[in-house]
């Protein structure tokens, strides 16, 4: 009977040391995930919230965030809009006085994300490594702009991001009248305007907006 109970205690402490090692391994995982990185747009037509894909493009997203943390993008315009086809915004003031920007990025398109609805790209020129802190949101599958091949008229357009909440907001800018100002096509009649992009958590709440009651 002695022989039992010290099986029994061995298979029970094996079982303790199993349990034990799962819930330091869960803790540790826990303690090691990445937290979502976020950037909130508050506009004149409302606010969206986009989540980026830091693993998917390094140094897109590090470029973008170092723009969100300078204010850089904050009082800019959508200044170009199409219906069904995208946004585009980041880069110009009301005026059409075009921003000064740091040093273009590297092209990484190819990192198998797809130019979406609701997914955040570069934008750029026919140079395919031009990008600097311009930036378009899809109202489309627009599958003509995905990565096809390494040659300058396939590489496409990068992917890093998509739109988590606030679709609907990116979707009306999408229905604004637009018309030809300068050498700029495409451009709002009324201008849309950026009031401002920030990092913020995953925890963050949007604030209800508060509309004033009218007088009697």
């Known amino acids: 009977m002695k022989v039992q109970s010290n099986s029994m205690k061995s298979i029970f402490s094996f079982f303790s040391a199993i349990c034990l090692f799962t819930a330091l391994s869960g803790n540790l995982q826990a303690a090691t995930t990445t937290p979502s990185t976020l950037v909130e747009f508050q506009t004149s037509q409302g606010n969206f919230t986009v ?31 199409i219906n069904r086809f995208m946004i585009q915004g980041g880069g110009f003031e009301r005026d059409l006085s075009e921003k000064s920007t740091r040093a273009p990025i590297i092209n990484e398109a190819n990192n198998g994300l797809l130019n979406e609805i609701g997914t955040l790209a570069m934008a750029r020129t026919a140079d395919p490594d031009s990008a600097t802190a311009q930036f378009f949101v899809n109202l489309g599958n627009n599958q003509f702009l995905n990565y096809t091949g390494p040659d300058a008229e396939s590489i496409g357009y990068c992917v890093f991001g998509k739109v988590t909440s606030g679709l609907e907001v990116v979707q009306k800018i999408g229905l604004s009248a637009t018309g030809n100002m300068g050498r700029h096509s495409d451009v709002p009649i009324k201008p849309i305007t950026i009031k401002s992009a920030k990092l913020i958590s995953a925890e963050t709440k949007a604030e209800p907006e508060v509309k004033a009651e009218p007088k009697r």
């Open 51 to 81: 989540e980026l894909y830091p693993e998917k493009a390094p140094k897109t997203v590090a470029n973008f965030v170092q723009y969100v943390k300078d204010g850089f993008y904050d009082n800019t315009i959508f200044h170009r809009v």
